[in-house]
């Protein structure tokens, strides 16, 4: 089997560490939700080796996300961990609680529902302070940032109609009853954002 490989993953990675490095700054185990090929999980383990970086996903992604760990062999990057998020989520270790969550290009792939259960889940893994970085095309007050990211919404809804870009408002609503406040919103590359709430 080869290793998975999405372009999307190496052209937006220097620009999403970027946000995380400073983010991140003094965390200790990070919950990637929807790691997808692993490239981010690893990209980010090398960049931050003080910082356990834990990948989950569907059951079905872990063997292509594995090859990519296996590869890597970061002792900070420990093997990918199943999670729907409609399901139970992990528990954290008594002696390196997750303290920080980071998402990728994950909202608008899931049902509105399946947003809402990630935020819940999140709201209730992190201890206070810590922060939730979820990177991807948003919309504000039911409008597209761009002509590009309305045609892709068109698109995932063609194919999925559960699927779609997401509306700040929406999330905020899910963010505000799982304890979570939006602290950033910071632009990146390609009309895209990385969005940063933090449980309080």
């Not at 220097?14 to 997808?36: D, K, N, S, Y």
């Not at 690893?42 to 910082?51: G, I, K, N, S, Y």
């Not at 090859?67 to 998020?85: F, H, I």
């Not at 206070?128 to 892709?152: M, W």
């Amino acid at each position: 089997m080869d290793k998975p490989y999405a372009p999307a993953c190496d052209e937006n990675k220097g620009p999403i560490l970027a946000v995380l490095h400073p983010l991140f700054a003094g965390r200790r185990q990070v919950l990637e939700i929807g790691a997808g090929t692993g490239q981010h999980a690893v990209h980010f383990a090398r960049a931050m080796p003080q910082l356990i970086w834990q990948c989950s996903d569907l059951p079905a992604q872990l063997s292509g996300i594995g090859l990519w760990l296996a590869e890597a062999a970061l002792t900070n990057l420990p093997p990918a961990l199943a999670l729907d998020v409609d399901g139970d989520w992990p528990e954290p270790t008594p002696d390196a609680p997750f303290d920080a969550a980071y998402s990728a290009n994950t909202a608008h792939i899931m049902s509105l529902p399946q947003v809402e259960h990630m935020f819940h889940g999140v709201g209730a893994l992190l201890p206070v302070g810590a922060p939730f970085a979820l990177y991807g095309p948003f919309s504000y007050g039911g409008k597209h940032t761009s002509p590009s990211n309305a045609d892709f919404d068109r698109s995932l809804r063609a194919r999925n109609p559960s699927s779609g870009v997401r509306d700040l408002d929406d999330l905020n609503g899910f963010a505000d009853a799982a304890g979570l406040v939006l602290e950033e919103d910071i632009a990146m590359p390609v009309n895209n954002r990385t969005l940063v709430w933090r449980r309080h």
